[in-house]
């Protein structure tokens, strides 16, 4: 099992970055295919970026050039570098993880096993 805890949200002017991160603990990450999703209030959790465990990465149209999505296997973390934000990135962010190997690089959220806390995003006009 791995544990996840992500970090780095906050308030940002559109046009603005932010980099969020996710540390996990239990297992590593090296093993498991992971992504980060977003989820406002009354709507679904939708993936931004997915990254599977032989590092192939995969975005929505709309996250294209502006969101990377990287892992740190040493340190046994996920990132997400976010640029050019807009009020529309406005959400709650979590990081997921999936141990099984599936073609699909980033997959309804229902198909990931583990899941963080969440840390607000917050892109003023």
């Known amino acids: 099992q791995v544990q996840l805890v992500e970090s780095g949200g906050g308030s940002v002017q559109s046009g603005g970055s932010l980099r969020l991160s996710c540390a996990a603990s239990?297992?590593?990450?090296?093993?498991?295919?992971m992504a980060w999703f977003r989820q406002t209030p009354g709507k679904e959790r939708e993936g931004v970026a997915g990254?599977?465990?032989?590092?192939?990465?995969y975005y929505p149209d709309s996250m294209k050039g502006r969101f990377t999505i990287s892992r740190d296997n040493a340190d046994n973390r996920l990132l997400l570098q976010m640029n050019s934000l807009s009020p529309d990135d406005t959400g709650m962010y979590y990081c997921?993880?999936?141990?099984?190997?599936?073609?699909?690089?980033?997959?309804?959220?229902?198909?990931?096993?583990?899941w963080g806390q969440g840390t607000q995003v917050t892109v003023s006009s």
């Open positions: 997921a993880a999936d141990s099984r190997f599936r073609s699909a690089i980033l997959r309804a959220h229902y198909d990931y096993d583990y």
């Open positions: 990254c599977d465990r032989f590092g192939n990465t």
């Open positions: 239990g297992d590593a990450i090296s093993t498991y295919d």
